[in-house]
């Protein structure tokens, strides 16, 4: 579901860039989980520059040239900036980054990742569960299913 959408834009955007497809995301030993993203991307992805984007609080995908912006724009089907060669970034791409961002997210021992929680939209003291491609969520709980923080600490 929302593990399938992430790796599925993450090949998206690899393939525009004529990078090969991933069946995961790898952690390496070297990186921190903020760039764990990026790697995967063979881009940038934080928050906008482009002057709109920005006050719309927006993040994006920023490329080294235009054109290549523009065909990952296309095939996103998302709004890009030609001054800034950046894509608006997909929402599950974002809330990816943020839970990194705060370590927020899980590998398994091979170092691929596993998932990760977000806040959900209707309800803050619940959180989301996102699991990758491959991985189950853990025993009684559904992905994407709202979780107390005291179901999260067990």
Same mark, same amino acid.
Not at 39 to 58: F, K, V
Not at 69 to 85: M, N
Not at 93 to 109: P, Q
């Given at each position: 579901?929302?593990?399938?959408?992430?790796?599925?834009?993450?090949?998206?955007?690899?393939?525009?860039?004529?990078?090969?497809?991933?069946?995961?995301?790898?952690?390496?030993?070297?990186?921190?989980?903020?760039?764990?993203?990026?790697?995967?991307?063979?881009?940038?992805?934080?928050?906008?520059?482009?002057?709109?984007?920005?006050?719309?609080?927006?993040?994006?995908?920023? &490329? #080294?040239? /235009?054109?290549?912006?523009?065909?990952? !724009?296309?095939?996103? %089907? @998302?709004?890009? $900036? *030609?001054?800034?060669?950046?894509?608006?970034?997909?929402?599950?791409?974002?809330?990816?980054?943020?839970?990194?961002?705060?370590?927020?997210?899980?590998?398994?021992?091979?170092?691929?990742?596993?998932?990760?929680?977000?806040?959900?939209?209707?309800?803050?003291?619940?959180?989301?569960?996102?699991?990758?491609?491959? &991985? #189950?969520? /853990?025993?009684?709980?559904?992905?994407? !299913?709202?979780?107390? %923080? @005291?179901?999260? $600490? *067990?």
């Amino acid at each position: 579901m929302i593990g399938h959408q992430v790796l599925d834009c993450v090949n998206s955007v690899r393939a525009v860039q004529g990078l090969d497809t991933l069946g995961a995301i790898e952690l390496d030993a070297s990186e921190t989980f903020d760039a764990m993203l990026d790697t995967a991307l063979g881009c940038t992805l934080g928050p906008a520059a482009h002057p709109q984007l920005e006050r719309e609080h927006r993040w994006a995908l920023s &490329f #080294a040239d /235009p054109a290549t912006a523009r065909a990952v !724009a296309q095939t996103l %089907a @998302a709004r890009w $900036s *030609r001054d800034h060669s950046e894509v608006e970034a997909p929402q599950a791409l974002v809330d990816l980054a943020i839970a990194a961002h705060y370590g927020l997210v899980f590998s398994d021992d091979m170092g691929f990742l596993k998932g990760w929680i977000v806040p959900s939209d209707n309800d803050p003291t619940l959180w989301k569960l996102c699991v990758m491609p491959g &991985f #189950a969520a /853990p025993p009684g709980h559904a992905e994407s !299913a709202g979780l107390t %923080a @005291a179901e999260l $600490s *067990r």
